[in-house]
T-cell receptor, first 114, second 113 residues
């Protein structure tokens, strides 16, 4: 079975450019989470969706960040404009129902903003 | 804010049991204890969770003290592939933002030959 699929795995861009990270959750999972990981702040929850609807975006750092889930099999995290401090590994995770707390994480997208 | 306290690092000899402690003295009655691990350059991986009874699966055992203020994750026969950062998380069961997983700094376990 395919796990959570993220793309791109690595992205290097220049400050001010738009960045779009993509995620395909595990089929049948109704929750999708976006996390960011840096050395300084560790793993932070940015936003999560239930049945394609954003439920809690309180972790989104600022208006430059936006996330969408147009259907059950695809989500995007967009940063516009990007800044060097956005450099991090961005993880997408999905789960089937939130009760179990068992999240399945993707391999991550490593973003470097120069 | 993470509600757990873990040692920053531990070493374990290959083939021996790795016992990773976690303090969660402010845990509420409806909060579960979860363990995840993150192998270098990979996404976190779920290991096990429990409420108050000890739990065991193919990966590990979870021992929760009777007062639920601390727990221990046990890897019975550690291998080099178990070298990772291990996260102990307390979480309210069910939906809503209270059920979100909040990761702390974890324990970096180094399994040595």
């Amino acid at each position: 079975d395919a796990g959570v699929i993220q793309s791109p795995r690595h992205e290097v861009t220049e400050m001010g450019q738009e960045v779009t990270l993509r995620c395909k959750p595990i089929s049948g999972h109704d929750y999708l989470f976006w996390y960011r990981q840096t050395m300084m702040r560790g793993l932070e929850l940015l936003i999560y969706f239930n049945n394609n609807v954003p439920i809690d975006d309180s972790g989104m750092p600022e208006d430059r960040f936006s996330a969408k889930m147009p259907n059950a099999s695809f989500s995007t995290l967009k940063i516009q404009p990007s800044e060097p401090r956005d450099s991090a590994v961005y993880f997408c995770a999905s789960s089937q129902g939130s009760f179990t707390g068992e999240l399945f994480f993707g391999e991550g997208s490593r973003l470097t903003v120069l | 804010d993470a509600k757990t306290t873990q040692p920053p690092s531990m070493d374990c000899a290959e083939g021996r049991a790795a016992n990773l402690p976690c303090n969660h003295s402010t845990i509420s009655g409806n909060e579960y204890v979860y363990w995840y691990r993150q192998i270098h350059s990979q996404g976190p991986q779920y290991i096990i969770h429990g409420l108050k009874n000890n739990e065991t699966n193919e990966m590990a055992s979870l021992i929760i003290t009777e007062d639920r203020k601390s727990s221990t994750l046990i890897l019975p026969h550690a291998t080099l592939r178990d070298t990772a950062v291990y996260y102990c998380i307390v979480r309210v069961a069910g939906g809503g933002s209270q059920g979100n997983l909040i990761f702390g700094k974890g324990t970096k376990l180094s399994v040595k030959p």
